[in-house]
């Protein structure tokens, strides 16, 4: 496990349709964030966990979007009732959050969301 | 991104020097950062800055004046492959989540 890994790459899906993505961070990292990113733009926050507890979801987009980390190990975030509006990519990251670490995120390589 | 300004493009020549400049908002700071995103990829990690100063890693520097809310990256001896974007970060909170600006979108010319 040398990385964060993500699972889809690309997703292709009808508007309306629910989609779920995986995230498996770096194996000793007790922190997982979300993210999403638009063309031209820098990532946007969306959640994050301390190990299994979600400790900020306020970002999340809508109702719409919810996400897991039940074991403390990956995670899932899912969108339900899916718009075009929804159509970027994902991206996850994780760190080491303990006394004198830098807390440095490491990002995994996304899932494309593409909305029809 | 919200809070945090750096310029959208630059251009510079292989085995030039080049400064990309982020100005941040100083509330809840706790550290900056920078990474590298070639474009359909993840942002890579490149420095961390917490304190004033100058951190030197290789052919990349960053530089931090918290008082101003300002961070440079310096990239010497540009290569080709630099070509891509930089993305200045902001962390904050005890989340420290992390706000990004918009990147600066770096072109290498030979």
């Known amino acids: 496990d040398t990385g964060v890994s993500q699972d889809p790459r690309h997703k292709i899906t009808k508007r309306g349709q629910n989609v779920t993505f995986r995230c498996d961070p770096i194996?000793?990292?007790?922190?997982l964030y979300w993210y999403r990113q638009t063309l031209g733009q820098g990532p946007e926050f969306l959640t994050y966990f301390q190990n299994e507890a979600q400790l900020e979801k306020s970002r999340l987009l809508s109702n719409r979007f919810s996400a897991e980390r039940p074991k403390g190990s990956f995670s899932t975030l899912e969108i339900q009732r899916t718009e075009q509006g929804d159509s970027a990519m994902y991206l996850c990251a994780s760190s080491l959050d303990r006394v004198g670490a830098k807390n440095i995120q490491y990002f995994g390589a996304g899932t494309r969301l593409s909305v029809l | 991104g919200q809070n945090i300004d750096q310029p959208t493009e630059m251009t510079a020549t292989e085995g030039a020097i080049v400064q990309i400049n982020c100005t941040y908002q100083t509330s809840g700071f706790n550290g900056l950062f920078w990474y590298q995103q070639h474009a359909g990829e993840a942002p890579t990690f490149l420095s961390y800055?917490?304190?004033?100063g100058l951190e030197e890693k290789g052919r990349f520097s960053s530089f931090l004046s918290r008082s101003k809310g300002y961070s440079y990256l310096l990239l010497k001896e540009l290569q080709m492959k630099d070509s891509a974007s930089y993305l200045c970060?902001?962390?904050?909170?005890?989340?420290?989540?992390?706000?990004f600006g918009s990147g600066t979108q770096l072109t290498v010319l030979p």
């Open positions: 970060a902001r962390s904050s909170g005890s989340a420290r989540q992390l706000t």
């Open positions: 800055n917490v304190l004033d």
């Open positions: 194996s000793e990292h007790n922190r």
